[in-house]
Antibody, heavy 120, light 107 residues
Framework: EVQLVESGGGLVQPGRSLKLSCAAS????????MAWVRQAPKKGLEWVAT????????YYPDSVKGRFTISRDNAKSSLYLQMNSLKSEDTATYYC?????????????WGQGVMVTVSS | DIQMTQSPASLSASLGETVSIECLAS??????LAWYQQKPGKSPQLLIY???SLQDGVPSRFSGSESGTQYSLEINSLQPEDEGDYFC?????????FGSGTKLEIK
């Protein structure tokens, strides 16, 4: 059974940093592109970052580019999101998600999500 | 960026009815579209990808279609468990973008 379990969320002040982790199990992690998607309270979904199987390629929307860094450790089947210079508009539930096999940029499995609140 | 304009924002329908949700892409996305269902308090689930391919385990009452840059999700024979939010997503190019969502209420 595919499982994605996020951790590392919490309350953080504006301008500070936070690192999210996602532990993957039930599939060969190194074979899949992975991603982070967020959802502000009562709002829609926003894609945050994608990383290739080896980690050599990463992709971000302009809203987080230069502030967020996605990374992975295939040996540990883990995905990470380093978030720097956090803003109030980054407040959201952050989901770890698996892309469909191959270079298919759909999300076929999602974690349960972790809440990040940016507030002073 | 590709804008996905989703409609309606909300709809209410009765058990057994058929409903349709639309997404209009701001440019051609060549069938690279997915539909997700999100039940209250839960993570999104993939229903349809490549506009009309049914994800494993998804009931066949869900179907997707396209006409030009307009994409549709149809749900036949509505069931109580179909209540929730529905989102479209384009996967044609980065940045990946979602529609604003449709809240479906079962009367």
């Amino acid at each position: 059974e595919v499982q994605l379990v996020e951790s590392g969320g919490g309350l953080v002040q504006p301008g500070r940093s936070l690192k999210l982790s996602c532990a993957a199990s039930g599939f060969t992690f190194s074979n899949y592109y992975m991603a982070w998607v967020r959802q502000a309270p009562k709002k829609g979904l926003e894609w945050v970052a994608t990383i290739s199987t080896s980690g050599s390629r990463t992709y971000y929307p302009d809203s987080v580019k230069g502030r967020f860094t996605i990374s992975r450790d295939n040996a540990k089947s883990s995905l990470y999101l380093q978030m720097n210079s956090l803003k109030s508009e980054d407040t959201a539930t952050y989901y770890c998600a698996r892309h469909l096999y191959g270079y298919n940029l759909y999300f076929d499995y999602w974690g349960q999500g972790v809440m990040v609140t940016v507030s002073s | 960026d590709i804008q996905m304009t989703q409609s309606p924002a909300s709809l209410s329908a009765s058990l057994g009815e058929t409903v349709s949700i639309e997404c209009l892409a701001s440019e051609d996305i060549y069938s690279n579209l997915a539909w997700y269902q999100q039940k209250p308090g839960k993570s999104p689930q993939l229903l349809i990808y490549y506009a009309s391919s049914l994800q494993d385990g998804v009931p066949s009452r869900f179907s997707g279609s396209e006409s030009g840059t307009q994409y549709s999700l149809e749900i036949n024979s509505l069931q109580p468990e179909d209540e929730g939010d529905y989102f479209c997503q384009q996967s044609y190019k980065f940045p990946l973008t979602f529609g604003s969502g449709t809240k479906l209420e079962i009367k």
